[in-house]
């Protein structure tokens, strides 16, 4: 008897090893999964505000960091791109929140500046700024609803967006959206 509880101890201690190595094995695959993931939804996010994709990624970061979530800095990327247009043809709610902050949203030559550029202007601007309700006011007329949620990322200023940024291989982003896009086909 005592050779046989051995015995059945033996085999749970295998199957524990075995579920072990399965268990290690769907986390890693998770992880890398996670990762083309994220890499493609930058991909297709730099396209749509002119970011490259791993700028995006030090945005993300600093927004982790700052309690801020993906989503909310995407759709407050979204809507600089647009209000940055809307101040730059004119549009007086957009011109004046961007003179309140001191920031231009066009270059020395006249030229629309890049997004991130302006981002980092203002995110050094709002900074300085004291908690408010003027600074969220001009948050909102900027980054759209989302601004609000944006002001803690934004008040650690430009340095720290940038901060996080690491550079990927050439071409990840893209390859990433390939391989999922091809999983998409399958």
Do not use: C, H
């Amino acid at each position: 008897r005592l050779k046989n509880v051995r015995m059945a101890a033996l085999s749970v201690n295998t199957a524990f090893k075995a579920m072990a190595v399965i268990l290690a094995a769907g986390a890693f695959s998770r992880v890398v999964t996670g990762a083309i993931n994220q890499a493609d939804a930058f991909g297709k996010l730099s396209r749509q505000t002119g970011i490259a994709a791993d700028t995006l990624q030090s945005y993300v970061n600093a927004g982790k960091l700052a309690g801020v979530e993906q989503g909310t800095i995407e759709k407050g990327l979204r809507r600089l791109a647009q209000s940055m247009r809307e101040a730059n043809q004119g549009v007086a709610t957009y011109a004046d929140a961007y003179k309140a902050l001191g920031v231009t949203v066009r270059d020395s030559d006249g030229n629309l500046k890049e997004s991130e550029v302006v981002l980092g202007q203002l995110s050094d601007r709002f900074k300085e700024m004291p908690n408010g309700a003027t600074k969220a006011a001009l948050a909102m007329e900027i980054f759209g609803r989302s601004g609000a949620q944006l002001i803690p990322m934004l008040n650690e200023g430009g340095d720290a967006l940038e901060r996080w940024n690491y550079e990927t291989s050439e071409g990840f982003a893209a390859n990433a959206e390939y391989f999922n896009d091809q999983l998409t086909m399958l």
